[in-house]
């Protein structure tokens, strides 16, 4: 999609600080994050949300890059919250698959 901001950063017509990169996905640092450590796990594919995924590899490639990151970032000992907007209510902003990893403190429940 031309004008998905997700979509423009996958090509490297955005700037962002890239903390993993494969053909599947890109993980790069959020622009407001809400946690000391938040990266956002995007699919390189403009799959609108978790409602068009059709490739469950994709889900659990996603989630193993996600472990990944947990690890190199010291985040897996303490802990670690991973989430996906779907839809309006959900809260999701961008309609773009990918999900949010956040550490670095206690996070509260419930959220929102």
Same mark, same amino acid.
């Given at each position: 999609?031309?004008?998905?901001?997700?979509?423009? *950063?996958?090509?490297?017509?955005?700037? @962002?600080?890239?903390?993993? /990169? !494969?053909?599947?996905? +890109? $993980?790069?640092?959020?622009?407001?994050?809400?946690?000391?450590?938040?990266?956002?796990? *995007?699919?390189?594919?403009?799959?609108? @949300?978790?409602?068009?995924? /059709? !490739?469950?590899?994709? +889900? $659990?490639?996603?989630?193993?890059?996600?472990?990944?990151?947990?690890?190199?970032?010291?985040?897996?000992?303490?802990?670690?919250?991973?989430?996906?907007?779907?839809?309006?209510?959900?809260?999701?902003?961008?309609?773009?698959?990918?999900?949010?990893?956040?550490?670095?403190?206690?996070?509260?429940?419930?959220?929102?």
């Amino acid at each position: 999609m031309v004008d998905c901001v997700f979509c423009r *950063i996958v090509r490297g017509e955005l700037p @962002s600080v890239k903390l993993f /990169e !494969d053909d599947k996905v +890109i $993980a790069i640092k959020d622009i407001n994050p809400q946690a000391p450590f938040h990266a956002l796990v *995007i699919s390189k594919k403009h799959i609108e @949300s978790i409602l068009e995924v /059709e !490739d469950g590899e994709l +889900i $659990a490639h996603i989630f193993r890059v996600i472990k990944f990151l947990a690890n190199k970032y010291n985040l897996a000992k303490k802990g670690f919250r991973v989430v996906n907007n779907c839809g309006h209510d959900g809260g999701q902003t961008i309609y773009h698959l990918h999900f949010h990893l956040m550490g670095g403190r206690p996070m509260d429940w419930p959220p929102g």
